[in-house]
């Protein structure tokens, strides 16, 4: 799931008036799942950019 497809914070509170804590535990989960991945994707792309440069 992408950044965007999250639901914002922000619309969870105009939708009920309140935000529910599991709600906001399953963004910060999935934030850092993406964030986790983005990591790594640039980690394999700056080794590759290396890896070419020294053959």
Known sequence: ???RELKPIANSRAR???VEVTEI???EAEISE???RSQSWHTIKE???RRRRTH
């Open 1 to 3: 799931m992408g950044l």
């Open 25 to 27: 535990v399953e963004q």
């Open 47 to 49: 080794e590759e950019g």
């Open 16 to 18: 009920g008036g309140g």
């Open 34 to 36: 993406q964030l986790r």
